[in-house]
């Protein structure tokens, strides 16, 4: 009897331990992803955008992390979501860009592009590696530079 009541023991104990260290496991050791929902649209990801003024919400993550951007195309034309440096984007903004031309500018962290179609949603993921202040734009041209009319907003990774 002693030995059943122990063998019992053992089987509880290890079931716990068990249950415990899997919910450790995916609490802990799992990389957390934050994600992010962006309606895009002319000219604006989420609300509404005006020339030349941040048309986005401030997206405010930390270093090291992944995130998961869901961008959804709610307007009637070819959109983009893409994490630029400032500095590309205030050069962009102060160039004349003709209808149609294809701007091309780095992107900061790996997968952190995505285009999408008038009624199309996309999810992408990516790892932000370097603290900084840098933006998220829409470099789509025609008939002008999407940005210019405010699809872009401020993405700080902070350290
Ligand atoms: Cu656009």
Known sequence: MVKRSVLIGAVVVIAVAAIAGFYLGFTYLVPQRRAITLDLR??????LGYTNIQGGPVIRVKAGETIQVTVNNVGTMDH?????????????????????????????????????????????TFTVSNPGEYVYACLETTPTLHAKNGMWGTFIVEP
């Open 42 to 47: 002319e000219w604006a990801f989420n609300g």
């Open 80 to 124: 983009e979501f893409m994490v630029i440096s400032k500095s590309d984007l205030e050069d962009l903004l102060k160039r004349e860009i003709t209808p149609g031309e294809e701007v091309h500018v780095s992107v900061i962290f790996e997968g952190a592009d995505v285009d999408v179609e008038p009624g199309e949603s996309k999810t992408i």
